[in-house]
Nanobody, 122 residues
């Protein structure tokens, strides 16, 4: 069992940066691949980024590649999402998730946080 708690969301102007954190409780954090998804009002949840258990490999949605960076600190049971050059279309609730392997499909993940709101003003 893993419990996830996101933090770091907020309101930022276009071109700005935010760093999201997701703290995991429970043991064996390093045995889970971690991911970030987002959901904007009226839209389906979409993949943002994922990272392998060791942190050696990452994958990004094309819409955020080159602007966002996912990382993890297994000693701190925490995964991060550094978001730079933010755009209004990045506005969404961002969710942290954990699962047995990295995937772009949200069905592959077993545990989800409550989400944190990110709003980018133009």
């Amino acid at each position: 069992q893993v419990q996830l708690a996101e933090s770091g969301g907020g309101l930022v102007q276009a071109g700005g940066s935010l760093r999201l954190s997701c703290a995991a409780s429970g043991r064996s954090f390093s045995s889970y691949a971690m991911g970030w998804f987002r959901q904007a009002p009226g839209k389906e949840r979409e993949f943002v980024a994922t990272i392998t258990r060791s942190g050696s490999s990452t994958d990004y949605a094309d819409s955020v590649k080159g602007r966002f960076t996912i990382s993890r600190d297994n000693a701190k049971n925490t995964v991060y999402l550094q978001m730079n050059s933010l755009k209004p279309e990045d506005t969404a609730v961002y969710y942290c998730t954990a699962g047995p392997w990295e995937s772009r499909n949200h069905h592959a993940y077993d545990y989800w946080g409550q989400g944190t709101q990110v709003t980018v003003s133009s």
